[in-house]
Each structure stands twice: as structure tokens, then as C-alpha cells.
């Protein structure tokens, strides 16, 4: 008897879990085309990193980039400043570290192609990463390919 009252147990409570809601969160991050992600940017620069710093917001860290513009290819803002600053989500602050998957990292003297969105006086990468691009010289000094 007591058997077939554990028996029946396990089966309802197998039956209660396989119909409880599995609750998770993630982030799906679709490819984008180039042609979509030039549409979508308000800017897209080619520029050097000067510096970056990381920073304290509310509960997370973020890392500031300042870049130096070389070339505006699109620009939302008229006044196309020389240095702009960047807002990546991760990085270093008050001896704590934010580690987010697949942020793009940049070290000064990086040179970049960057589809940008304008985030107040900041600007975001498009994407998370997708809109960062490192610009390669090649073996010869002069020919430059981007990746």
C-alpha cells in the first residue's frame, strides 16, 4: 500500500513540476547586416582611443572611452566634436568589476570603425558589439582592412 502511494506521489509531483513555468532571462543578440547597422547608427566615426576610465552608475559599472574623431562617415550632430566619448556597459570601478559578455574592449592607440548611438552626451555602441569594428594595418605600413 504504501508503495503505491509513493508511486502515485511521484508521479504528481513529477506531472506539478513538468507544468510549472520555467522563469530565466537572457539576451539575444541577432546579426546585423552593415547595411542595416548604417541605417540604424546616428554616428559612425573613425577615430584612435585616447583614454578610457571606469565609472560608478546607479548599481552598475560602466567604462568611459574617449575616442579621437579622424573622420565622421554619419553624424546625427552638426557640431561633430574632435573627441567623443563612448558608454560601455562593464569595466573597473572603486575595486569592483563588471565583466559583461561580448562588450567590446578598447586600449588606447586602438584605431576604430564605430557605428554609434547618441545616449545624452554619451554615445552607445550599436548592438552591444556589433558597432565596434578594430581597423587592422596591414604588413605593407599603408593597406588597412577592419574587423
Do not use: W
Not at 541605417?39 to 548599481?59: C, F, L, P, Q
Not at 559583461?100 to 592607440?109: K, L
Not at 564605430?114 to 550599436?126: A, G, N, Q
Amino acid at each position: 500500500m504504501k508503495l503505491k502511494q509513493l508511486l502515485l506521489f511521484s508521479i504528481m509531483l513529477i506531472a506539478v513540476l513538468a507544468c510549472t513555468p520555467q522563469v530565466s532571462q537572457s539576451t539575444l543578440v541577432i546579426p546585423s547586416s552593415l547595411e542595416y547597422m548604417a541605417n540604424k547608427a546616428d554616428t559612425i566615426v573613425n577615430g584612435t582611443i585616447r583614454s578610457s576610465y571606469g565609472y560608478r552608475e546607479k548599481n552598475l559599472i560602466f567604462t568611459g572611452v574617449k575616442v579621437d574623431v579622424h573622420e565622421y562617415i554619419k553624424s546625427a550632430d552638426p557640431a561633430r566634436p574632435a573627441v567623443i566619448e563612448l558608454k560601455v556597459m562593464g569595466g573597473e570601478a572603486e575595486g569592483q568589476r563588471l565583466e559583461i559578455d561580448h562588450a567590446p574592449r578598447f586600449y588606447p592607440g586602438d584605431e576604430v570603425l564605430l557605428f554609434l548611438m547618441r545616449d545624452k552626451d554619451k554615445y552607445l555602441v550599436y548592438g552591444i558589439y556589433y558597432g565596434a569594428c578594430h581597423v587592422l594595418t596591414g604588413q605593407d605600413g599603408v593597406s588597412k582592412r577592419v574587423v
